[in-house]
């Protein structure tokens, strides 16, 4: 399977807890981009990255959302002290370059106790 | 404040018959339309895009209408089938393509037999 993969698929977390998922991109795709869901809206960007670098946060990714992309290759996203609000799909998509289709995962499913 | 509003929610179409999907946006400087599909537990995918230097694009049974001056898109799936029924989202970019997608909120078509 060549396209994007996430992981774990779901995680259930008590409040308070930390989480991390991890997105690994299609291989050679520069452009890595983070993206939240909840129940019946479209995706909304949270940050993105050019190889390592992060160059775009939304304001929606608070102090406790970190991001990163070490190597250019794969990429984390830790949320600390979670809370009920950040029950949610994470979503990771990739692009070979500027302007290209972005090509999603499925997702990581969140769900706060 | 949405950017890309799209209706209706959810929409029922017998087999055989036409959905449409409408969406507006408001940033005349969107210049890339794309349209993703997604169906329960998994992540969107790209289904069909068009750039508004055309005012249509057809890719098998999906159509892209595009209606610059009225800044208004619409997806039409021709010969609807049960295996279409599923979410779609459409979505709309900046030029350069260095920021991210904003999405609509989504219609959950439910094609029935």
């Known amino acids: 399977d060549t396209g994007v993969s996430q992981d774990p698929r779901h995680k259930i977390t008590k409040r308070g807890q930390n989480v991390t998922f991890r997105c690994d991109p299609i291989?050679?795709?520069?452009?890595l981009y983070w993206y939240r869901q909840t129940l019946g809206q479209g995706p909304e960007f949270l940050t993105y990255?050019?190889?390592?670098?992060?160059?775009?946060k939304s304001r929606l990714l608070s102090d406790r959302f970190s991001a990163e992309r070490p190597k250019g290759s794969f990429s984390t996203l830790e949320i600390q002290r979670t809370e009920q609000g950040d029950s949610a799909m994470y979503l990771c998509?990739?692009?070979?370059?500027?302007?290209?289709?972005?090509?999603f995962g499925d997702g990581t499913r969140l769900s706060i106790l | 404040q949405q950017q890309v509003k799209q209706s209706p929610q959810s929409l029922i179409v017998q087999k055989g018959g036409i959905s449409i999907i409408n969406c507006a946006y408001e940033n005349t400087a969107f210049d890339y339309f794309p349209w993703y599909q997604q169906f329960p537990g998994k992540g969107p995918a790209l289904l069909i895009a068009i750039r508004p230097d055309v005012s249509e694009k057809k890719e098998g049974r999906f159509t892209i209408s595009f209606n610059k001056s009225a800044k208004q898109f619409s997806l039409h799936i021709m010969d609807s089938q049960p295996g279409d029924s599923a979410t779609y989202f459409c979505a709309a970019r900046p030029p350069s393509g260095n920021t991210p997608l904003v999405f609509g909120k989504g219609t959950r078509l439910s094609v029935i037999a």
């Open positions: 291989s050679e795709h520069n452009r």
């Open positions: 990255f050019q190889n390592e670098a992060q160059l775009e």
């Open positions: 998509a990739s692009s070979p370059e500027v302007g290209q289709p972005q090509h």
